[in-house]
Structures are given as C-alpha cells and as structure tokens.
C-alpha cells in the first residue's frame, strides 16, 4: 500500500481564491509527521508545513494551514487567496517512528496553476 | 538565511562511468539525505546518514551507491557504475534533528546518462 496518496494530478485555482490539496497516508505508527513541500518548476523542494501526529491544533504557516483529520489519515493542505506564484508542484511527505525513523515518504505530488 | 547547495546543477556521463554528486548540508545540522525524482515522478528515499555512518536506506540504494562525509562539510553520493534508468534528479536533504525537524532540500543535481 501505499504510505502518501495525493489523487489531484493537477488542480486549477483563480487568483486570490482558496484551493484545499487532499493528501491521505497510511502508517500504523502512533507517532508520525506530515509534511507539505513545494517544488516549482525551478526544481527546488520548498518545506512550507509541518503537523505531529500528536498536535491538537491544525498547523498555519502564512497563507497556508493544514488540515489533518487525525481518524480519516487525511492531512490536506489549504493555501487561502492564491497568487500567480502559488504555481508549482505539491508534495505531501510523511515520516513515520518520529523518535527513530528519518525517511520522508512522498506522494506522486499535485501540479496547482494559479489563473490570473 | 543558510541554505544546502549541490554541485554540479547537471552531470552527463556516459552508462557504466562513475560518478560523483556533492552537496554541503546546513553547517550545524546532524542529519543528511539524499533523495532521487525520476521526471515526472514522485521523490523517492535513497539513504540517510548520521554520525558518520548509514543509519538507513532503501532498497533502490544498492551495492552501485555509496556515500561519504569526506570532511567536515561536504556529504557526497557516489554511483559507481552508472546505468540509463540513474537518470533523476539528485536532491540532497539535511535536517537539525531527526523526528519532527523538517529536511531541508538542495537545489538538486539532474544526472542524464547516456
């Protein structure tokens, strides 16, 4: 099975609108973080949030929040009043044993176009 | 603000040569990664390294890679003898700590083999 789902190939989102990318993950650890990276067509991965399994609170960075919903395994970002520059892939990764393990799992991304 | 920086941006060799990929993780950070995207496709782990040696890998890393901390700075990836289907992009990847610490990502080498 696979540990990262993302099932949007590509998402579309007017200027300044809100756009929610659906990540699931499968893990029967108890302790495990998510993680949201952004790669432009640069090429570079940009981290942009972070949420513990353990933390009672939804991650916000910016513009961007992440909701995880801890009993579905879903942890979908929300980027709020997209911009042009907002263009790029997403990835969804994940690390599970937070105490020992240390490799990312990443899922085949979401290519999000910002529509002027 | 400290960033990871690999070298070169782009490696063509020929199948069956050897190659070497550089990276210069973020100069207090314990933990260091690198990472393969095939194009179009999704990062995939190759291998983690602390305290000077592999504390995990996957199965893609096999007996053809290697990787080393030659000195204090530097953490490379070696490919001994390369093959069509190494052709990715090369991210290398640091982190202060291991468990909630986010990795962060070099710019990525793109290796093409021919």
């Known amino acids: 099975a696979q540990k990262i789902t993302q099932t949007q190939p590509g998402m579309f989102v007017q200027e300044k609108e809100a756009v929610t990318l659906d990540c699931t993950y499968d893990?029967?650890?108890?302790?495990?973080?998510l993680f949201w990276y952004k790669q432009p067509s640069s090429g570079e991965m940009i981290f942009l949030i972070y949420?513990?399994?353990?933390?009672?609170q939804n991650a916000t960075e910016g513009r961007y929040s992440l909701n995880f919903q801890k009993a579905r395994k879903s942890a979908n970002l929300v980027i709020s009043a997209s911009q042009l520059g907002d263009s790029a892939m997403y990835f969804c990764?994940?690390?599970?044993?937070?105490?020992?393990?240390?490799?990312?799992?990443f899922g085949t991304g979401t290519s999000l176009t910002v529509i002027p | 603000e400290p960033e990871v920086t690999q070298t070169p941006s782009h490696q063509v060799t020929q199948m069956g040569q050897e190659v070497i990929l550089r990276c210069v993780p973020i100069?207090?950070?314990?933990?260091f990664y690198w990472y393969r995207q095939i194009l179009g496709q999704k990062v995939e782990f190759l291998v983690s390294?602390?305290?000077?040696?592999?504390?995990?890998k996957s199965e893609i890393f096999d007996d053809q890679f290697s990787v080393e901390r030659p000195d204090g700075s530097n953490f490379t990836l070696k490919i001994r003898s390369t093959k069509l289907e190494d052709s990715a992009m090369y991210f290398c990847?640091?982190?202060?700590?291991?468990?909630?610490?986010?990795?962060?990502f070099g710019p990525g080498t793109r290796l093409t083999v021919t």
């Open positions: 990847a640091s982190s202060e700590g291991a468990g909630t610490y986010e990795q962060y």
């Open positions: 893990t029967s650890d108890q302790s495990y973080g």
């Open positions: 949420q513990g399994s353990y933390d009672e």
């Open positions: 990764a994940m690390r599970e044993s937070l105490n020992t393990g240390n490799q990312f799992y």
């Open positions: 100069s207090n950070h314990l933990y």
């Open positions: 390294f602390y305290n000077n040696e592999i504390s995990e």
